[in-house]
């Protein structure tokens, strides 16, 4: 997401699957559940982003 272009995000995710194949099985579940729960709370804040700009906007 903070990427400056597509070659810097393919090297992230790639950095990031190496990563997580280095992982045992019990760490690469916890590892999913603070995804999980990460994503969670970025997906409840940008909800509240849209609708608070939504608001704002009124009715178009």
Not at 19 to 32: M, V
């Amino acid at each position: 997401m903070n990427a400056a272009d597509d070659a810097e995000r393919a090297a992230i995710n790639q950095e990031l699957k190496d990563l997580y194949t280095s992982l045992s099985e019990d760490e690469k579940a916890e590892f999913n559940r603070q995804l999980q729960t990460f994503l969670a709370k970025e997906m409840g804040r940008l909800k509240s982003d849209y609708e608070s700009v939504k608001g704002s906007l009124g009715d178009n």
